[in-house]
Nanobody, 123 residues
Framework: QVQLVESGGGLVRAGDSLRLACATS????????MSWFRQAPRKEREFVAT????????YVADSMKGRFTISRDNDKNIIYLNLNILKPEDTAVYYC????????????????WGQGTQVTVSS
C-alpha cells in the first residue's frame, strides 16, 4: 500500500502563487510515477503534471505549461506542485496520484490517490 497526503491548498487571488505538497509513505518503491490531477466542480478529473521516480522526467499539461512546475524530494518523500500566476479557472481540488506504469495522463492507470487539497482562486 502507498499513502498519499496532499497539503498547501487555500484561497488566493488571481496572479498569486501556491506550492502544493504530497507526502508519500508506505511501499513507495512500488511506484514509478507520481502525478497531479485536478477536478473542478461539475468537471472531470484532469491531468496536470507528472514526474518519474528519479525526477529527471517531467511533463506539464500544455494548458498549464509555463505556470505550473512539478518536482520531488526523495529524501523527504514529497512531491511538489508549484502553481504560479493563478487564474480563477484553476480553482479545483488538486489530487496527488501514484502509479507503477501506464500512461502518465490517464487517471485510470493510477492505483493510489490522496484525499485532495482545495485551491480556490478569486478574481
Amino acid at each position: 500500500q502507498v499513502q498519499l497526503v496532499e497539503s498547501g491548498g487555500g484561497l488566493v487571488r488571481a496572479g498569486d502563487s501556491l506550492r502544493l505538497a504530497c507526502a508519500t509513505s508506505g511501499r513507495t518503491s512500488d511506484t514509478f510515477r507520481m502525478s497531479w490531477f485536478r477536478q473542478a466542480p461539475r468537471k472531470e478529473r484532469e491531468f496536470v503534471a507528472t514526474i518519474n521516480w528519479i525526477g529527471d522526467d517531467t511533463y506539464v499539461a500544455d494548458s498549464m505549461k509555463g505556470r505550473f512546475t512539478i518536482s520531488r524530494d526523495n529524501d523527504k518523500n514529497i512531491i511538489y506542485l508549484n502553481l504560479n500566476i493563478l487564474k480563477p479557472e484553476d480553482t479545483a481540488v488538486y489530487y496527488c496520484a501514484a502509479s507503477s506504469g501506464g500512461t502518465p495522463w490517464n487517471r485510470n492507470d493510477y492505483a493510489y490517490w490522496g484525499q485532495g487539497t482545495q485551491v480556490t482562486v478569486s478574481s
